[in-house]
């Protein structure tokens, strides 16, 4: 029998990628398993979605540590390494990480950012897509380093900007693929087909498109 990686989820709010690597992980080919979600807001709806698929949870909240992030970030790290986590997953974790904890988990944790990354790293993604008059915008999952969305990218989702659209219609497209593209990349990270090299991805054993992606079309 295949041994599943355990997994730690990091979460500040409703966590709807949470959920979607929850749902993949039930399957009991998948090769990870969701073993706990941790979050910094005791309110976060994504709590409650963890406990109803019995997975255990932990909450840390940030604000009593003030300005020490390492602090907070050692805390959570003891709560991950109680639980015997392997690979960790940020999905909507609001906090900007230290270091220490990058080092840390360095080639273990990995990130979805809202945007087809090197292209509009930080926040308000989809705003800046539509001021910038791209045709396509998506998604990326990549590792995270010390270079903020600018990890080695594991896989990423294209998806239209289409007339009309304004930052909500565009950020719910969005979200439809995240939904698909992070269990994806997660399966092959914890299959072992996704492999840093060199500060690159390489990945083994996947189907590659033979056309090109065209938009308009």
Known sequence: MTVRKRIGVLISGRGANMAALIEAAENPAYPAEIALVVSNRPEAAGLE????????????????????????????DAVLREHDIELLCLAGFMRLLTPWLVD???????????????????LNTHARALEAGVRLHGATVHYVTHDMDGGPIIAQ?????????????????????????????LDLVASGRASLEGGRVNISEAMEPRAPLIWPI
């Open 157 to 185: 989702a294209a998806v239209p900007v289409l007339t009309g659209d304004d930052a909500e219609t565009l950020a719910n497209r969005v979200l439809d693929a995240e939904r698909v593209l992070y269990p994806l990349a």
């Open 49 to 76: 979605r963890a406990v109803k698929s019995g997975i255990a949870t932990a909450v840390v909240d940030h604000k009593p540590f003030g300005q020490d992030r390492e602090a907070f970030e050692r805390a959570i």
């Open 104 to 122: 840390t988990w360095a080639g273990r944790m990995i990130n979805i950012h809202p945007a087809l990354l090197p292209a509009f790293k930080g």
